[in-house]
């Protein structure tokens, strides 16, 4: 079974600009979350989309929004970029079994913002 | 709030010597812990996972713990090899089993 992918691996982009992230999860999953990985901050977790609604949303600003597709594909949008925002961006996704809470991480985009 | 401490941040040890991260969560309704391992320019990849009606649970080499009562979990690694030098995280559920939360993750170095 094919893993989680990414699109783009990297990314550079200016500040000001707006840049969109794509994941695609392992076949069968229907979950798909996106974190953001700094040095500084870690692994924050930035919302959670299931069957193309979000579930849940973390602590970051408006500028950041994702949505899901009917193929489980999933999308994220980081808006007006500012230098903060390099980080690598990672999506993981989990099988749809009740109880099943295994996430499993693609290799993230790595975004610069200049 | 939700959070979870995770110690040490480094860790070198020879190989053949066994390695323990401990992490400690706050959130008593947690039922779910997963152990992340991240090697460089890649996503974290599950290790090894533990629920909360489990006090153990062993998989060759890596063991993973769970004390509820203290709220603490920890991982094992016995016969360390070279290949286990990476970023372990820890995780745990939070929010009725809707977001995870990270422990700031470990670096651990086995040295040949």
């Known amino acids: 079974k094919a893993g989680v992918t990414q699109t783009p691996r990297y990314l550079i982009k200016t500040r000001g600009q707006q840049v969109t992230l794509s994941c695609s999860p392992i076949s069968g999953h229907r979950s798909v979350s996106w974190y953001q990985q700094t040095p500084g901050q870690g692994l924050q977790f930035l919302f959670e989309y299931f069957s193309e609604t979000q579930r849940n949303k973390g602590n970051f600003p408006g500028r950041f929004s994702g949505r899901q597709f009917s193929n489980s594909r999933s999308e994220m949008n980081v808006s007006t970029l500012e230098l903060g925002d390099s980080a690598l961006y990672l999506c993981a996704s989990s099988p749809t079994v009740t109880g099943g809470y295994e996430q499993y991480f693609g290799p993230g985009t790595r975004l610069t913002v200049t | 709030g939700e959070n979870v401490e995770q110690h040490p941040s480094t860790l070198s040890v020879q190989e053949g010597d066994s390695a323990v991260i401990k992490c400690t969560y706050s959130d008593s309704a947690s039922n779910y812990f997963p152990w992340y391992k991240q090697e460089l320019g890649k996503g974290p990849q599950l290790i090894i996972d533990?629920?909360?009606?489990?006090g153990e649970k062993k998989d060759q080499r890596i063991a993973v713990t769970l004390n509820k009562t203290a709220k603490h979990f920890s991982l094992h690694i016995t016969e360390t090899q070279p290949e286990d030098s990476a970023v372990y995280f820890c995780?745990?559920?939070?929010?009725?089993?809707?977001?995870?939360?990270f422990g700031p993750g470990t670096r651990l170095s086995v040295l040949p």
């Open positions: 533990i629920r909360s009606n489990v």
């Open positions: 995780a745990a559920i939070y929010n009725y089993g809707q977001n995870f939360v």
